[in-house]
C-alpha cells in the first residue's frame, strides 16, 4: 500500500526592485550580452533590459545577492548604469509544494 502525503507552505520572500539606465549599448547583442551575465547571479529572479531607451530593471533577491555585486558585474563587462531609481522592495509569495511517499 502507497500512501501519499502532500504538503504546502507559502514561503515569503522579499525581492527589491531597481530601475536604471545602462551606458554603452549598441546593438541587441550588447542587450543578451548584459541578461545572460545578470541572469547568472545567484538570487538574480529578472531581468529586462532595451538597448534602444537603455532602460534596465532587475529584480532580485537581497538574500542571496545585492545591488553593489550586480552594478560591479554591469561595469566589468564594460557598460556604465547611471539614473539609478530607489530600490523598491516588493513581497512574493511562492507556493512550496512537497510530496511524500509513505
Do not use: W
Amino acid at each position: 500500500m502507497v500512501v501519499l502525503v502532500v504538503v504546502e507552505a507559502i514561503e515569503m520572500v522579499r525581492i527589491e526592485k531597481i530601475d536604471f539606465k545602462t551606458g554603452g549599448m549598441h546593438c541587441i547583442n550588447c542587450e543578451n550580452r548584459i541578461k545572460e551575465t545578470v541572469l547568472s547571479i545567484e538570487g538574480v529572479k529578472d531581468i529586462k533590459v532595451d538597448y534602444f531607451t537603455e532602460k534596465t530593471t532587475i529584480e532580485f533577491d537581497p538574500t542571496k545577492t545585492d545591488f553593489n555585486n550586480i552594478m560591479k558585474t554591469i561595469r566589468n563587462i564594460g557598460y556604465y548604469p547611471r539614473e539609478i531609481s530607489q530600490k523598491k522592495n516588493e513581497i512574493h509569495s511562492q507556493k512550496v509544494v512537497s510530496i511524500n511517499k509513505n
